[in-house]
């Protein structure tokens, strides 16, 4: 979990409060399939399971996750790095 004074910087926003897995998991995959090789994406969620995995599922997919940070009582930010293919 990263403190409340760090932020890593991103280049794209997805914000996805109000919906449940698996389609946090569906949208952040479809976004970052749409970013460029290396850009951060900062995904918002309000639903608990999508913290343990959005990033999860993530990590599956071969990016890196950044870290995650709690905003508000019910809402967290999950950093994720698109991976650079080679």
């Known amino acids: 979990m990263l403190s409340a004074d760090e932020t890593p910087a991103f280049d794209e926003t997805l914000n996805i409060r109000g919906e449940v897995c698996p389609y946090t998991f569906v949208r ?3 976004k970052l399939e749409d970013m460029d090789d290396g850009q951060v994406l900062r995904v918002i969620v309000d639903y608990p ?6 990033p999860q599922s993530a990590i599956n997919e071969g990016n890196e996750v950044l870290g995650i940070k709690q905003i508000e009582e019910r809402a967290w930010e999950i950093y994720i790095r698109k991976r650079e293919k080679n």
């Not at 399971?49 to 959005?54: D, E, G, H, R, S």
Request: charged letters at 20%; proline letters at 11%.
């Open 28 to 30: 952040s995959k479809l």
């Open 49 to 54: 399971p999508a913290i343990k995995n959005v």
